[in-house]
């Protein structure tokens, strides 16, 4: 904080503190409220330390295994003796679920495992748990507990770019049918690249008309597009609905002037169409605002100099008034982009099967898998597309271009 | 993202105070349920003659499932819920990890003519950490005015066959319950359908189902979408919770019908969020809702068929309508013997893969 000239000693650094102290609030408000949870949860996507803490003498025993054949007797008189302990201090269900990743079924395996081990006091342990569950004579198991034993981790990164690692060290992409992230990733952007577009396109003549309006009319017509960005996003997201379904108001007009038949009703709901619709509304007004604040910045006079100059209205435009718009522009887009490609709750209600985006898979990850790991190394790369967008951005125009007016 | 700003869809509803008693704050306990119809019928049949009785306030909150929260409450150290109501396979995987408190059967009181409660409980309802609540199901059903053909869907295969009943269907946006549909339609026995799903070749064939209906398929998540669905036409037939179905039967007056064959009987659990400070209160919740008598107040209010034999048999008529309850229970006589019992831990061991295998599909 302190600056490199010091003017008037005592007193600045109490002007300093005091300027301090005005922001602190904020301060305090964005670490606790933004900085620390995004670090908690970032920190979530590389570190697991769940199943290193409860088996860490197996684990160390693993770490000379060849992951091929079965690891010796002393090995599972280990893991037997942690997974009892395990159970004693209820941490073996989060082991369960994190070993049920990498292979499914070995949750309830291990569960079983530890009520059955209970009887059991001595060996031979092999025998025993592979008569407990055959699981226990299979190789899998094993490299499931060593891979998730590691406490920092990329896995969740891998398995967020459809890719898994193999007990031989390489780093292969997965089967056919378990890819799903990077395709809806892809998805993501694409689709809000395609909302911007028609943010810009629709919003772009609003905000000049509402520019160029007298103050009263421009009022009007700025209350028309804060109307509907201070209702409810639920309510306009349900309007949509209403409007677009199979049996809502537009198909219904549709088939009254008889320009479809009542067989062959659009679907405009329930899949991509829904989503882009209701989010390009959703996320108009976010264009027209800064669109707006940098236009009404713009003198009408100069396109009529433009014109009075021998230009046509095209060339007026091209050459006078989008250079100077482009700051407004480039506001607009970034923030309609941005909110889109975490957009959540719309597609969650429109999207239908192939109009859901990254983030309701975030979602489904935070809320029901409850696999915060992979939730977390899915908001990175998230966080990561963003960030690489915003520096091509301002590499290409410079962030000092970004006008939000005033 | 940022998960302080995830979508923590519950709301906070009503603080049911006590009138004349003069509860201090302390004695209170927040007791969390499903919202909807059902939460009313908790309300009315649990928590207000709860808070009347013992003098214990009762704060009610909505939410939509899962262990999110209470994982984020059990990890930071501030319990907000003390009472929650879960599905079964949230409550083991909750008690396995230590989010709740183990509950000991024991505790609760006898039936009215004295059996204890761990013989009245119904088999499978009552485990470690969870009280079973109530059975409910998921079902399909129709509306009566979409459907002009003279016979009408009466079995599972009936949902999944375009030719005889043109027209979209709707069904919950997972992979749970719509594979076991899709296996009893192509004909698997009903005891043998999570045989079948444990195999590849099993899971291959309910995906090959699934195939033929996917274009027609509009897929809900919220349990109010399939009475709307059905209601505004959307779809001619849908997968639904059936207690939706009822309230909108009864209380609409909606022509829908419920196909009971093929049904995936399911059971609701009460949990105790593990450590909180209030747990003398909330036990003492669970005692009170465990009793035969707030089960029945409940299931005459809505559809779903309490835990306990002896709440089962104090089912009468519906409160609003006095219409006979037992032709719409899910786990009546008549309606159980087409069922299957939702194994939760089949789930519980393939959620993960079915899940990424289900969302591949989808987006092919």
């Given at each position: 904080m302190a600056g490199p000239i010091k003017l008037s000693g005592g007193s600045g650094y109490r002007a300093k503190l005091r300027a301090l102290g005005l922001v602190a609030p904020l301060l305090i408000f964005i670490v606790v409220t933004f900085v620390a949870p995004l670090g908690t949860m970032l920190v979530r996507s590389v570190y697991d330390p769940v199943v290193a803490d409860a088996f860490p003498e197996t684990l160390e025993l693993l770490d000379?295994?060849?992951?091929?054949a079965l690891p010796p007797e002393a090995v599972y008189a280990m893991v037997a003796r942690e997974i009892k302990r395990a159970g004693d201090e209820r941490t073996l269900g989060q082991v369960a679920s994190r070993v049920n990743r990498v292979q499914g079924g070995l949750r309830s395996a291990i569960t079983r495992t530890e009520r059955e081990l209970?009887?059991?006091?001595?060996?031979?342990w092999r025998e025993s748990m592979t008569t407990i569950d055959?699981?226990?004579?299979?190789s899998a198991v094993w490299y499931a507990i060593k891979t998730t034993g590691?406490?920092?981790?990329?896995r969740h990164y891998w398995n967020a770019l459809d890719l898994q690692s193999l007990p031989d060290g390489s780093v292969v992409r997965q089967p056919e049918d378990r890819r799903i992230y990077l395709r809806l990733l892809w998805r993501t952007l694409m689709i809000s690249g395609l909302i911007t577009v028609l943010c810009l396109i629709l919003g772009y003549p609003i905000a000049h008309l509402i520019a160029c309006s007298s103050p009263s009319r421009a009022n009007l017509l700025l209350i028309l597009v804060l109307v509907p960005f201070w209702t409810s996003l639920l309510v306009r997201t349900t309007a949509w609905i209403v409007l677009l379904q199979t049996q809502g108001v537009l198909n219904e007009f549709l088939v009254t002037i008889g320009l479809i038949s009542d067989g062959g009703?659009?679907?405009?709901?329930?899949?991509m169409t829904g989503t882009i619709v209701a989010m390009t509304h959703v996320l108009l007004p976010f264009m027209v605002l800064p669109l707006y604040s940098v236009m009404s910045s713009?003198?009408?006079t100069q396109m009529d100099a433009a014109a009075s100059l021998g230009a046509t209205p095209v060339q007026a435009f091209l050459r006078v008034y989008w250079p100077q718009s482009l700051p407004g522009v480039g506001a607009g887009a970034l923030l309609v982009f941005i909110l889109a490609i975490g957009y959540y709750i719309t597609p969650a209600l429109v999207g239908g099967s192939d109009g859901q985006l990254i983030s309701n898979m975030i979602a489904y990850h935070m809320q029901?898998?409850?696999?915060w790991g992979l939730a977390a190394a899915l908001g990175g790369v998230l966080l990561l597309i963003v960030l690489v967008l915003y520096a091509v951005y301002e590499r290409l125009l410079g962030v000092e271009k970004i006008g939000l007016g005033g | 993202m940022n998960y302080c700003t995830k979508?923590?869809?519950f709301l906070f509803v009503v603080l049911l105070f006590v009138a004349g008693?003069?509860?201090?704050?302390?004695r209170s306990v927040t007791a969390v349920s499903w919202g909807g119809s059902y939460g009313r019928a908790i309300n009315e049949g649990v928590n207000i003659p709860f808070a009347e009785e013992s003098g214990i306030g009762v704060v009610v909150e909505d939410y939509n499932g899962g262990l999110a929260q209470i994982r984020a409450q059990v990890e930071i150290g501030e319990?907000?819920?003390?009472l929650v109501d879960l599905e079964i396979a949230h409550a083991m995987r909750g008690c396995d990890e230590g989010l709740l408190e183990r509950l000991d059967i024991n505790q609760l009181p006898p039936s009215p003519?004295?059996?204890p409660a761990a013989e009245d409980f119904?088999?499978?309802?009552?485990?470690d950490c969870g009280m079973g609540t109530f059975f409910w199901s998921m079902v399909y059903a129709y509306n009566e005015e979409n459907i002009l053909s003279e016979t009408k869907p009466s079995t599972m295969a009936d949902f999944f066959d375009l030719n005889t009943f043109p027209g979209r269907r709707g069904m919950r946006r997972v992979p749970q319950m719509n594979i076991e549909f899709a296996l009893i339609a192509d004909g698997v026995p009903l005891d043998q359908v999570y045989a079948t799903m444990s195999t590849p070749d099993g899971l291959d064939r309910a995906f090959a189902k699934l195939d033929m209906i996917k274009e027609d398929v509009i897929w809900w998540e919220a349990g109010a979408q399939p009475p709307q669905m059905l209601a505004d036409g959307e779809v001619i037939m849908s997968t639904a919770y059936n207690g939706r179905i009822f309230n909108a039967q009864v209380l609409?007056?909606?022509?829908f019908v419920i196909v009971w064959h093929g049904q995936l009987l399911s059971i609701g659990q009460m949990v105790i969020v593990a450590g909180t400070p209030r747990l003398d209160e909330a036990l003492e919740y669970l005692k009170f809702a465990s009793t035969p008598e707030a089960m029945s107040r409940v299931s005459n209010r809505i559809s779903y068929s309490p835990a306990r034999r002896s709440g089962a048999s104090l089912v009468a008529t519906h409160?609003?309508?006095?219409?006979?309850?037992e032709p719409h229970m899910p786990a009546s006589t008549a309606n159980v013997a087409h069922a299957v019992r939702y194994d939760w831990s089949w789930w519980a061991d393939h959620q993960d893969q079915m899940n990424e295998r289900f969302s591949a599909w989808l987006a092919q």
């Open positions: 000379d295994w060849d992951g091929l209970r009887e059991i006091e001595q060996g031979p055959s699981v226990w004579a299979d590691e406490r920092f981790t990329a009703r659009l679907a405009m709901i329930y899949n713009i003198p009408s029901t898998s409850l696999n | 979508s923590f869809a008693c003069g509860t201090d704050e302390s319990i907000h819920w003390d003519d004295g059996i119904l088999a499978g309802t009552f485990t609409e007056d909606q022509p409160v609003a309508t006095g219409i006979e309850m």
